[in-house]
């Protein structure tokens, strides 16, 4: 019987989708739900010539390319990550549960250190800028993270601190007879939807004219949202606090998503003021000053 100050935990199939003997399930389809609706905004801001000016943009077959590239840094990057920083001893002792996905195991910092070297290779093949191609993904990347945090609540994985006293607590499966905070909704309202908004008023104010810039804000408001969420999350069980004290009250302890995402907020700090005085901006040519200039 779940506590009194608990909600008990919505019974939800984990499989979306059944078609004979294949299997959909939430967080699979959220993953391509993120990347679909990632690509259809993409294209939109692609297509969009205010948001531009001179900088060159990608064509829309370059998008429609990109997401391929994309999506294998994030499966790829998201699995070498959590293998590093959240359980390596386990995977050295038996290193072909790597390749067991199927388990659970990723990790965001890791899968956002692979799309972006994904992005970077993807421009260099296609002679673009490393910047204005992770400035589009910076805008984007919210929609995915909203549909992942989602199915996390979904799978009643990742669940919270324990929370005796928070009116909307619930009691996961998995997570013993506790109540606990829904940090999953938590992450998706913070790193989905209000990083999403952050994000529809950074481009809608400075566009892609300043290199760079985007992918700043969307790197620093993450660290931020993360940092955040982490004082009501569960840190992993093989990890625990790495500093602090080792409690499940809101408030205790440092954990590995809080430590990852302070150089996350640097780096982004950093790239918002190299943006803002035009460090980043690609050198123009004399056409492009009198484009730019209204001269022809």
């Not at 606990?180 to 790193?191: G, H, K």
Request: charged share 15%; net charge positive.
């Amino acid at each position: 019987m779940p506590p009194l100050l608990a909600l008990p935990f919505p019974a939800i199939d984990p499989v979306a989708v059944s078609i004979g003997p294949v299997e959909i399930k939430w967080y699979a389809l959220s993953y391509i739900v993120g990347l679909v609706g990632g690509w259809f905004y993409a294209r939109r801001l692609v297509a969009t010539d205010r948001l531009w000016g001179v900088v060159r943009r990608p064509t829309l077959a370059d998008i429609d390319d990109v997401i391929v590239w994309v999506a294998l840094g994030v499966v790829l990057g998201g699995r070498i990550g959590y293998v590093l920083f959240y359980n390596l001893p386990l995977y050295l002792e038996h290193p072909l549960e790597i390749l067991a996905i199927r388990n659970g195991g990723m990790s965001f910092h890791g899968g956002f250190i692979g799309a972006i070297l994904a992005l970077l290779l993807f421009a260099r093949a296609r002679g673009l800028s490393g910047y204005t191609m992770l400035d589009i993904a910076a805008v984007v990347v919210p929609v995915g993270l909203f549909f992942g945090r989602i199915a996390n609540f979904v799978n009643g994985e990742l669940w919270g601190r324990a929370a005796p006293d928070f009116p909307y607590a619930v009691v996961f499966p998995t997570g013993g007879d506790v109540p606990r905070y829904p940090s999953q909704l938590f992450e998706a309202a913070t790193e989905g939807l209000l990083l999403f908004i952050v994000m529809a008023l950074a481009v809608r104010r400075f566009g892609f004219r300043k290199p760079g810039l985007l992918g700043g804000i969307f790197v620093l408001g993450y660290a931020l949202a993360r940092t955040f969420c982490e004082f009501f999350r569960e840190p992993d069980r093989q990890l625990g606090f790495l500093f602090g004290q080792d409690v499940n009250a809101l408030g205790g302890g440092v954990t590995m998503g809080m430590l990852l995402c302070v150089p996350m907020a640097l780096v982004g700090l950093v790239y918002i003021v190299l943006a803002a005085r035009g460090v980043t901006r690609p050198r123009r040519t004399g056409p492009e000053i009198q484009a730019e200039a209204g001269q022809i």
